[in-house]
Each structure stands twice: as structure tokens, then as C-alpha cells.
């Protein structure tokens, strides 16, 4: 099980960190992604971390927008903006991946994600 | 990055008939172990279901009225006998390399 924040409405250029709680599950051996949808779209893959060992992966597409982060001691996982636009409008998913030898597989958790709404 | 291409765009299918979803990878997604393919179901308001994994494993729970197939670059997740429920929006989904890629989606709707 994957227990997201709650929803979260911001003004631009706002700094922004949701969480994802693991439950149920040996929170470190599986990777744990972050996927976004905005209003009406289709999905877009953003980054990924291990909190075995803190391999964090990146979309370039998200790359230096975002940070994802874990802190083992809480099975928690974080997505974080520093400076939020109102194109970061968006259901936010966390994902748990099913692990490959070194890189993650398939999803086969999803949360019930975080809507993010930046508005002025 | 890999582009996975689905088709069609939207689907209108008669309750008890079949619907056929394609999805076409920019690169061929076969590794020695299988087909690094999944694909997922999003109902309205809700977050994504998996269906399928490796191209054509059954995730659990899923009814047998669906079946998945393909392998390399050309993928088909397939309805028989469409039910009420089935209507949602469908997924392809790459895990061969990253960024890990999606389809745009299939809105399957009842005729």
C-alpha cells in the first residue's frame, strides 16, 4: 500500500514537497517512481529512486525541476519543487517498480495520488 | 527516449464485442528474459490498474476476458466480450531502459 499527502494548492514560485508512505512491504527493496497527469492527459514517467541505496533516476524531461528523496527511517518517499510553475498543475502518482537485477521493472503499486494545484 | 505509439486514439465498442488496442515501441523492448512491456487500466477518478506484465502476464485479479500479446515492437491488449466496466482509459507501458515511457492512452467507451 501506498499512502500519498493530501492535495495542495500553491501560488507560483512556491516550494512544494510531497510525501508517499510504503506500507506492508520491505520498503527498501523496491523502487519507488513518481508519475505525473495533468488535467486531462495521459501519463509522464518523472523520475524514480532505490531506497536500498538512494539510486535516484531522473526523466530529462523533469531533470532540475524536481527532487525525489527517501528517508528510510519513515518507508517514505518525497517529490520536491523548489520554484512551482502553473504548468506543475497535476495529479502527482507514486509507483512502486518491481526490481530488476539493478533497474527497475514494472509498476505494480500505484498510489492514489496528489493533486497539485499552482494558481495565482 | 523510446516512443510508444497506441492505436487508435479512442474506441467504441458494443457491450459483448471485442476491443483491440495496439501499442508500437520505437525500439524493439526484447531482452533476454521477455518483452519489457506492461499494461495498465485508469477508470475515471481513479489511479492506474496493472493488467499485464512482460507483454502477456495476467497481473492478479485480472478477468481472462483479457489477454495481452506481441513481443519486440508491436503489442495488442485485447477485450473479449466487453463489459460496463471495462470502460477506462488504457496504457501502454516500457520498462526496457529509462526514462521509462508511456502511451498516450486508449479511451475505450461503450457503443
Not at chain 1, 510531497?18 to 523496491?30: A, D, E, L, R, V
Not at chain 1, 514517467?45 to 524531461?61: E, H, V
Request: aromatic share 14%.
Amino acid at each position: 500500500h501506498l499512502e500519498q499527502s493530501a492535495a495542495e494548492v500553491k501560488k507560483p514560485g512556491e516550494a512544494l514537497k510531497i510525501s508517499c508512505k510504503g506500507s506492508g512491504y520491505t520498503f527498501t527493496t523496491y523502487w519507488i517512481g513518481w508519475v505525473r497527469q495533468m488535467p486531462g492527459k495521459g501519463l509522464e514517467w518523472m523520475g524514480i529512486i532505490y531506497p536500498g541505496d538512494s539510486d535516484t533516476r531522473y526523466s530529462p524531461s523533469f531533470q532540475g525541476r524536481v527532487s525525489i528523496s527517501a528517508d528510510n527511517s519513515l518507508n517514505t518517499a518525497f517529490l520536491e519543487w523548489n520554484n512551482l510553475k502553473a504548468s506543475d498543475t497535476a495529479i502527482y502518482y507514486c509507483t512502486r517498480h518491481v526490481s530488476g537485477a539493478s533497474n527497475p521493472y514494472y509498476i505494480d503499486v500505484w498510489g492514489e495520488g496528489t493533486t497539485v494545484t499552482v494558481s495565482s | 527516449d523510446i516512443v510508444l505509439t497506441q492505436s487508435p486514439a479512442s474506441l467504441s465498442v458494443s457491450l459483448g464485442a471485442v476491443a483491440s488496442i495496439n501499442c508500437k515501441s520505437s525500439r524493439n523492448l526484447y531482452y533476454f528474459d521477455g518483452d519489457y512491456l506492461a499494461w495498465y487500466q485508469q477508470k475515471p477518478g481513479q489511479p492506474p490498474k496493472l493488467l499485464f506484465y512482460w507483454a502477456s502476464t495476467r497481473a492478479s485479479g485480472v478477468p481472462d476476458r483479457f489477454s495481452a500479446s506481441g513481443s519486440g515492437t508491436d503489442f495488442t491488449l485485447t477485450i473479449t466480450s466487453l463489459q460496463p466496466e471495462d470502460v477506462a482509459v488504457y496504457f501502454c507501458h516500457q520498462f526496457y531502459t529509462g526514462p521509462q515511457t508511456f502511451g498516450q492512452g486508449t479511451k475505450v467507451e461503450i457503443k
